[in-house]
């Protein structure tokens, strides 16, 4: 047995869902509540991305009610307990004892703990795991319980509210939303229960850049839960690897084996650049006449992005063909892989701009949902400030850029909600960057 350490069996329901939406778990009882939250987060699929809050009562602003505090609020004076002070079997004693937990302030998100049973515990025993549960986990920043079910009827044609939430989600975001916009993962016990088994330290067979990154990100849980549940990648078919590369493939064949004359200042002829922003469709994404590389910015960036690659370079006043970008013209597999051990891109940006790369990756790869959000929390648990203070979505575009644009090219990225989301071949890519890291 381990020691006096039992497994308390826990209901975790999100309060105000119908029918309910929650979850059973087996957690260590000497669990500090600061690893609850990272359970929780992993349990019901969040990303971290708000602040949370552990209560001995659902008011978490009556002056009798005890509130155990992240470190942001320790540290911001408000008044509570440490939450890493404090185990969850000091709280859930006997059954039926329950303790709150506040997820994101705006949306608020309530999840009540109830303890149901304490069982005998093994030393083997995992610290958490999920033995049942219903509903799939809301989207972040979806609106609460109430946005939260009707992101639900939205996605289910079946829904007696279907239509109703259909036509209120179109007014809002425009008339092209469909019911598929609003699909959610299913839960799935065995998804979950992979996720809560990762190790949050690392593993051995990390490659290098990965061990450096967890070992960098000091308490960032979510981070390090991201970066080791990332699995090794399956190999690309042919055709997928062909349609995903296929605007490198076009560039090496059209640089061919003469290579293409550039300007005196060292940019694509005005017919180059024409033909590879008709190539790369970018009449929705930049304006003008798509003639001169240095006002095309998209053009100059695919350009310098197949660069770095290594697969084009500069000779002699020409854009030339490199050993790697002729060997792999017609290898849509082989040039798959060379640009997955290509990424991140970060010529001449630095050290933040390598991690913003990385971190673009992580995300793309653990497919978060507000890939900028993540990438600039990411920065900020390495210790990375920007001039006016904490970094945020916005200013971490440009360290991210250059390879969230060969990411781009390599289609990633697909469709429009609420804001641009990965694709399922981004995933596939992603982990195959990831893992082709020294």
Known sequence: MAGHTSSLR??????????????????????????????????????????????????????????????????EGEPGVPEGAVRLGELLVDAGDRLTYTYDFGDDWTHTL????????????????????????????????????????????????????????????????????????????????????????GASD????????????????????????????????????????HPFTWLLDRVGIEGITLTGAGYLPPE???????????????????????????????????????????????????PAGRRLRADPVGLWWHLAAQLPLAAGGGEVERHAGLLTLIGTAAGWPDLDDGIARGLDALGWVGRDGPLNSYTVNDASRRTRTALLRLAAFEGRLFKERVSEHGVAFARAAVWTWP
């Open 10 to 75: 826990v209901r975790v329901e999100l309060e105000e869902t119908e029918p309910p939406l929650w979850r059973r778990l087996e957690l260590a009882s000497d669990m500090p509540l600061s690893e609850v939250h990272g359970v929780l987060q992993t349990a019901f699929g969040w990303t971290d991305s708000h602040l949370h809050r552990f209560s001995s009562s659902p008011d978490v602003y009556d002056p009798a009610t005890v509130n155990y505090l992240m470190p942001f609020e320790i540290d």
């Open 114 to 201: 109830e303890l149901e049973s304490t069982l005998p515990r093994t030393d083997s025993a995992p610290r958490a795991v999920c033995t049942a549960g219903e509903r799939p986990g809301p989207p972040e920043d979806c609106g609460g319980v109430d946005g939260y079910e009707a992101w639900c009827a939205a996605a289910d044609p079946s829904h007696p509210d279907h239509a109703a939430a259909l036509a209120s989600f179109r007014d809002i975001v425009g008339t092209d939303v469909a019911a598929t916009d609003f699909t959610m993962s299913p839960f799935d016990i065995d998804e979950v229960n992979r996720a809560l088994a990762a190790p949050v330290t």
């Open 206 to 245: 990390l490659p290098a850049a990965l061990a450096d990154l967890l070992r960098d990100t000091g308490d960032a849980v979510w981070l390090q839960k991201a970066i080791a549940g990332i699995p090794r990648p399956d190999a690309p078919d042919a055709e997928a690897a062909a349609r995903a590369v």
């Open 272 to 322: 180059h650049v024409q033909a590879v922003a008709a190539e790369l469709g970018i009449e929705d994404e930049w304006y003008g006449k798509f003639n001169r590389e240095s006002q095309t910015l998209p053009v100059l960036a695919f350009r310098e992005s197949a660069q770095q690659a290594k697969l084009v370079r500069k000779h002699k006043g020409k854009l030339v063909l490199t």
